[in-house]
């Protein structure tokens, strides 16, 4: 079993920044993807943006030029950089994992963490 744990939410006003992180621990045999996404009241969740053990990143359109996603591969551990935050970024934000994890006497090959809420106020 895997356990990802989100940290670094809170409320900032239009235009500032705010410093997510994830941090993946438990019976972990590999990590490939890491990534954040994020789910508004009454809307579908959403990618944010992605990062592989190679280090390439995907982004959404929306966050590219103000967000950053980069990753520790050796403390398994994620970040999101939100700079220029606007309102429409307010969200809660969820990491995920895709890779090797132990679960009982199998495995499993995607987590997600419990989610942070990011507030960003007009």
């Known amino acids: 079993q895997v356990q990802l744990v989100e940290s670094g939410g809170g409320l900032v006003q239009a235009g500032g920044s705010l410093r997510l992180s994830c941090a993946a621990s438990?019976?972990?045999?590999?990590?490939?993807?890491m990534g954040w996404y994020r789910q508004a009241p009454g809307k579908q969740r959403d990618l944010v943006a992605t990062i592989n053990s190679g280090g390439n990143t995907n982004y959404r359109d929306s966050v590219k030029g103000r967000f950053t996603i980069s990753r520790d591969n050796a403390k398994n551990t994620v970040y999101l950089q939100m700079n220029s935050l606007k309102p429409e970024d307010t969200a809660v934000y969820y990491c995920?994992?895709?890779?090797?994890?132990?679960?009982?006497?199998?495995?499993?090959?995607?987590?997600w963490g419990q989610g942070t809420q990011v507030t960003v106020s007009s």
């Open positions: 438990g019976s972990i045999f590999s990590i490939s993807t």
């Open positions: 995920n994992a895709n890779g090797l994890f132990k679960s009982r006497a199998s495995y499993e090959t995607n987590a």
